[in-house]
């Protein structure tokens, strides 16, 4: 008992401590773990900002969902739960209409600085962007690897192989795969791995890093490299009133920050798609490549799907078109992006 009472009057000396006046604190709530690769792009980017502050700014990281919810984390932060966050605006189910569906506009688009610039050419033609991220500061978008089709039981060879096949798709990939005979349904990419081992569904649309971040090479077989095309969207986000509440040298800190953050994102998912790759190998998963005639159709019914969506935008009062337009005049033959088509 002795040495107990000392030590708590040192804690408790510890935490009556004025905090550091020089020092702000910025809390940022994620709801992955510190060892995801998001996690380690996010950690980069803590890095830099503590750097290039001086130590003024420092960031309270909060892991793994514990403040932050999936499907709500925009309006939290809006109403200041964290000050920084990972937000989904696609997953979200109301409020962010365009952001959700404009990921579909990216056919041709490969690399994903490509896909982060092509977001930015559609937030400057179209400004309903801007509104349904009002309340809040963006301080990264983020693009990602490409998805093929991965099945359990049965390989997919070719387009028509998809024929009766129950896969799990984002919503703008529902209607294209019905039309190619796909059964697809939507959940939870958490809820893949065990609805494939209970033979509920036949496969997923994902990319190849999956194999190891979701187990999937435990329970799949086969990966159909079809190129689906993939979208940017903002991820990381500061509530405006918090922003708002920084001096401007930090918020030029911030400022700055983006392009480091972006850049930790694309270097992480390359890596992933590395270590899925070679888990894919150790399972002995059996790759098939798209044929070209293939890829070019599967391409040319997601433009199609994609203009309708963007043109049903219109009954809430969206003028989608303008952002299709303006994202299809900006992507190159080459899949490269200057706005417009400079």
């Given at each position: 008992?002795?040495?107990?009472l ?9 935490c ?8 702000t604190?910025i809390?940022?709530a ?9 996690s ?6 803590m ?7 001086g130590g ?15 499907d709500?984390?925009m ?5 200041g739960?964290?000050?920084?966050g ?26 994903i600085?490509s896909?982060v ?7 400057a033609?179209?400004p309903?962007?801007g509104?349904e991220l ?5 301080l990264?978008?983020?693009?990602g690897?490409?998805p ?5 039981d ?9 024929r009766g ?6 919503t703008?990939l529902?209607t ?8 697809p ?10 609805a494939?081992?209970?033979?509920i569904?036949d ?5 190849p ?19 689906v095309p993939r ?7 500061m509530?405006a009133r ?6 401007p040298?930090?918020?030029?800190v911030?400022?700055e920050?983006?392009?480091v953050?972006e850049a930790?994102?694309?270097?992480e998912?390359r ?5 899925g ?15 070209p005639a293939?890829?070019s159709?599967f391409e ?15 009954q809430?009062?969206i003028d989608?078109?303008?952002?299709f337009?303006?994202?299809?005049r900006?992507?190159r033959?080459?899949?490269?992006v200057a706005?417009?088509?400079?």
């Open positions: 008992m002795r040495f107990i000392p030590l708590l009057l040192l804690l408790l000396a510890a009556a401590r004025p905090a550091d006046p020089n020092v604190v809390t940022y994620t709801q992955y773990a510190p060892s995801h690769p998001f380690r792009a996010d950690i980069a980017w890095r830099f900002v503590e750097q290039r502050s003024t700014l420092r960031i309270r990281p909060i892991w793994s969902g514990t403040l932050l919810s999936s709500m984390s309006e939290e932060l809006r109403h739960v964290a000050d920084v990972l937000i989904t605006p696609i997953y979200v189910r109301g409020g962010s209409h365009l952001i959700r569906i404009q990921s579909g506009f990216y056919s041709g688009v490969r690399e600085e896909q610039a092509l977001y930015r050419c559609i937030a033609a179209d309903e962007l509104r009002d309340g809040l500061q963006v990264a978008v983020q693009g690897l490409l093929g089709i991965i099945t359990r049965r390989p997919v060879r070719s387009l028509a192989d998809l096949l129950r896969i799990r798709a984002p703008e529902m294209l795969l019905r039309e190619l005979g796909a059964d349904v939507n959940m939870p990419m958490g809820e893949v791995y065990q494939m081992a209970k033979r569904i496969g997923v649309v994902a990319p890093d999956t194999f190891r971040a979701l187990h999937f090479a435990e329970v799949a077989h086969y990966f159909y490299t079809l190129s979208g940017a969207y903002p991820a990381r986000a509530g918090r922003w708002n509440s920084l001096t040298d930090q918020q030029r911030l400022a920050s983006i392009p953050w930790a994102l694309a270097r998912n890596a992933a798609l590395e270590r790759l070679a888990e894919a190998r150790a399972h002995g998963v059996a790759f098939t490549d798209a044929s293939d890829q159709r040319a019914l997601y433009l199609h799907d994609a203009e309708v969506n963007a043109g049903a935008m219109a809430m009062g989608g078109l303008t952002a337009q303006a994202a299809r900006s992507v033959p080459d899949g490269s706005c417009g088509g400079q």
